[in-house]
């Protein structure tokens, strides 16, 4: 029996942090011993927010293959590659984009949200609004059927699933109906308590050093009404816990969260404890990224060879397709 397929990426925005890590990278590893993987660094994608911010788009995107490759994902089992490598992308966008209806890509509920967090108001580009007409090629250009997707991103999904219906209605059978597989995201907050991000300056990055780690872990929010150590603690409302619970074992997760409630551990313990694991954690990774800054030539033979395989599926698609529309 064959595989699945997973089509899956990530826009090269910036470095991965530890949510990337448990969120994403995690998922993708398990993926590859199950699936065909092929995992895209959605360049093109990028620019729908950041279009005139490309001067460090290269630098980016290297980055992001080292923090994969890093983290695990393996050029021999998975398809690493650029999505601007592949232009036979932009030529199924195009044809996708006469065979869907401007109300219908309105309707995507994460557009207007976009919209208003951008602050676009009436000057949305029109590659905001065709972004998930260029997902959809993304996807069933190289006949993924598998989609991992967190619940928010299932109506992105679903008009997938709804372009490529049509076309095979319209012309020929030629596209799979994707199923999206629902990952599970632990909820890790960054180290202030809020949501992790760059631009709150709340992330542990996977490249980050082992005297950053240990800075950002000393930095740590924990419970606010635990003035002393006498005080009992809420691990519950604490972001040290939060990561416990997230990459520590959970007979010492337990333990820990005893300790604050009946006040048996102070706060530097219980952080000095998360720091070692996480330093741990991002050891292999940093080992990793190490050698592979030091070998640059290998990040441009691995998105050579990614381009090389997913242009030659990519290819025979777009065969099927032009023809199916007597192109
Ligand atoms: S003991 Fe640990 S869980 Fe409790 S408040 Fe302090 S850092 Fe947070």
């Known amino acids: 029996m064959s595989k699945g397929r997973i089509l899956s990426g990530m826009r090269p925005t910036g470095r991965l942090h530890v949510g990337h890590l448990v969120g994403v990278l995690d998922n993708w590893i398990k993926f590859q011993d199950e699936y065909d993987c092929y995992f895209m660094i959605a360049d093109w994608h990028a620019l729908t927010t950041k279009y005139d911010q490309t001067e460090d788009i290269k630098d980016n995107i290297r980055e992001l293959v080292i923090d994969w490759i890093s983290a695990g994902i393996d050029p021999e089992k998975s398809v690493i590659f650029l999505q601007s490598d592949v232009k036979e992308d932009a030529e199924l966008h195009l044809l996708f984009s006469m065979i869907t209806s401007v109300s219908r890509l309105e309707r995507v509920p994460t557009y207007k949200e976009q919209i208003e967090e951008l602050g676009l108001g009436n000057s949305v580009p029109y590659g905001l609004l065709g972004y998930p007409v260029l997902q959809a090629a993304d996807i069933l250009l190289y006949k993924g059927d598998t989609v991992p997707v967190g619940k928010d991103q299932l109506p992105h999904l679903e008009l997938t699933r709804e372009i490529g219906r049509r076309f095979n209605y319209l012309y020929e059978e030629i596209f799979p109906e994707p199923e999206p597989k629902l990952t599970k995201v632990p909820k890790l907050l960054g180290t202030d308590g809020r949501k992790m991000s760059k631009s709150y300056g709340n992330a542990i990055f996977l490249a980050d050093s082992k005297d950053e780690v240990e800075e950002k872990v000393k930095q740590m929010v924990t419970d606010p009404q635990r003035i002393r150590l006498k005080d009992p603690g809420d691990p519950d409302v604490c972001s040290v816990y939060n990561f416990h619970t997230i990459f520590n074992e959970s007979e010492k997760t337990d333990e820990l969260a ?69 192109l």
């Open 258 to 326: 005893e300790g604050c409630r009946n006040a048996g551990i102070g706060c530097m313990n219980c952080k000095g404890n998360l720091r070692d694991v996480l330093v741990d954690e991002l050891a292999e990774i940093r080992a990793k990224r190490k050698e592979l800054e030091k070998n640059p030539e290998r990040i441009d033979e691995i998105l050579a060879a990614g381009a090389k395989k997913a242009k030659k599926v990519a290819q025979a698609t777009m065969k099927e397709v032009r023809s199916a529309m007597n």
